[in-house]
């Protein structure tokens, strides 16, 4: 066990570089606190500014007229997987929070022919307000919004361990960019790290999208739900691989002997897989065209009479990939965005006293399926609150900082190889097509990993912080399985092969929680 001093401290210590962890820092930062912002990567990372997409949408209603609707959509869309008063919340803030990041001169675009139908999100009914949000104008929005209110940022600084003390969080170990372990002491952590792709082999997700804070936040009392809806993509494997396919363009695919030019019409209308329409069949050729992939041509409609929102991204993709609508290509099935993560209640809180999260590292707002442009506004709605929620905790506890906090540093052999083993088991058992046998299967392969693993005391700061997160991950992944496992259903993005349709039983939602040493998934009481 390694006791170390307090090296820094802040008011507000914020995990996650993205759009939520930058809405965190900056509005506990307008209540004039001493906030540091750190990525493990760069600042400006994650899911939110992803090289393999052209862009973020953002929906949000109309008018006020228009919010019930958009409230009683995306409880419909979710499967009554979604928590009604967090969806309220939700909707409720989106017109109010979009105002005030365009007042702080966040430039959001326009459709031009915004009535086409393209533009209507993806599982949606209808049109509602949408916008564009440019990487590049986004990072240069946000950068002048950081330093206006003096937020420290901190890049390359990897989020090693939660300091809990009395039940409180009060700091955290972190390894900077010299990979020195340094303790910062606090009065509030927010995760806002995103989703946990990471956990299989293909993703549409940069890499550092690993689970993070939902397998701290388990291990320190907090609990997960709707962990089994993983959002899971049309993606490129040939020419360009990790790049998003564009699903409005599937109307204009040929498959002819393969699929029903009606299922391609349905499957153009939404980007993520669900299991309960019937288009679910286009994902399933592509699951099952192995590691090649699906062949895609296009038909000479596509370049007779482009829609506004396809020759958008037809012009990004040329110009950052280097491919044309002319070109034959080869698409597959990826892990991209969480529907489920860390439980939060409408401020952001986690039930254990100083941890806040908001963005894709959370859960509730969501259900099993998604409308498309939610995840960025969840960053932006949350962030934002659960920034303002963590000054309030601390203006009301009045706490203070812990001087110092223990770790205990210690190897795992082989962790490259164990990491690898992980992801195969998930793909494996856990990605689109899932069944009972291979589900317990694959509980059983990590099980058996988490008895073997064998911790030797190490000096070497980088080994015992990749063999920290790694038994982490194996935790997690272990969660999953079982959350999947125990929902003996097919409800939109979760499906079960041999539970192939919803049963109204189910109806409920699951938590992963850490009993003693177990990771468990339980039906959520109603």
Request: hydrophobic share 35%; with cysteine; net charge negative.
């Amino acid at each position: 066990m390694v006791t170390m001093k307090q090296d820094t401290n802040c008011d507000v210590y914020v995990a996650g570089a993205g759009i939520a962890g930058l809405m965190a820092a900056i509005s506990a930062a307008e209540c004039h606190k001493k906030v540091m912002l750190s990525s493990s990567s760069q600042i400006f990372s994650g899911s939110s500014f992803y090289p393999g997409t052209w862009g973020l949408g953002v929906v949000s209603p109309e008018n006020e007229a228009d919010e019930e609707d958009m409230v009683q959509t995306i409880l419909r869309v979710g499967c009554g997987m979604a928590q009604e008063r967090m969806v309220r919340t939700f909707v409720e803030h989106m017109r109010p929070t979009i105002a005030w990041l365009k007042e702080q001169g966040l430039n959001l675009t326009e459709a031009e022919q915004k009535d086409q139908k393209e533009f209507i999100p993806c599982f949606d009914h209808k049109h509602r307000q949408w916008n564009g949000i440019l990487a590049k104008e986004a990072r240069a929005a946000f950068g002048r919004m950081l330093e206006q209110n003096h937020v420290i940022q901190c890049p390359e600084q990897e989020l090693v361990e939660l300091v809990q003390q009395d039940e409180r969080i009060c700091g955290v170990i972190v390894k900077d960019k010299a990979g020195t372990l340094k303790y910062i002491a606090c009065g509030a952590v927010v995760l806002a790290t995103g989703g946990y792709s990471g956990l299989y082999a293909r993703r549409l997700t940069t890499s550092d999208i690993l689970g993070t804070g939902q397998s701290l936040a388990l291990e320190h009392g907090a609990k997960l739900v709707n962990m089994e809806f993983l959002q899971m993509m049309p993606g490129y494997i040939e020419p360009c691989t990790n790049t998003v396919f564009n699903e409005k363009t599937f109307r204009y695919v040929d498959l002819s002997g393969l699929c029903e030019q009606d299922l391609l019409e349905q499957r153009s209308g939404y980007g993520p897989f669900t299991s309960r329409l019937a288009s679910r069949e286009v994902d399933f050729l592509m699951e099952n065209a192995g590691k090649f992939g699906l062949a895609v041509q296009y038909g000479k409609e596509l370049k007779e009479q482009m829609p506004e929102f396809v020759k958008t991204y037809f012009d990004w993709l040329e110009q950052e990939k280097g491919i044309t609508p002319e070109q034959t290509t080869h698409i597959g099935m990826f892990a991209h965005a969480a529907n489920g993560g860390i439980q939060i209640d409408e401020y952001g809180k986690t039930g254990v006293d100083g941890l806040f999260a908001c963005g894709e590292a959370t859960g509730g707002m969501h259900g099993a399926d998604r409308i498309g442009g939610l995840s960025t506004v969840n960053g932006f709605v949350f962030g934002r609150r659960c920034g303002q929620a963590a000054v309030q905790y601390l203006e009301q506890k009045k706490v203070q900082p812990c001087s110092e906090a223990q770790i205990q540093l210690w190897d795992i052999p082989q962790k490259g190889h164990l990491d690898a083993r992980i992801q195969e088991i998930m793909s494996r058992c856990g990605f689109l097509i899932r069944q009972g046998e291979e589900l317990e299967q694959g509980i059983q392969e990590l099980q058996e990993m988490q008895h073997l693993l064998c911790h030797e005391e190490t000096a070497n700061v980088e080994d015992a912080v990749q063999a920290r997160a790694l038994e982490g991950r194996l935790s997690l992944a272990i969660g999953i399985l079982r959350a999947q496992l125990l929902r003996k259903e097919s409800r939109g993005s979760h499906y079960r092969r041999d539970y192939p349709q919803e049963n109204p039983a189910c109806a409920m939602q699951i938590l992963i929680q850490k009993e003693e040493q177990d990771i468990t998934a339980v039906w959520k009481a109603r």
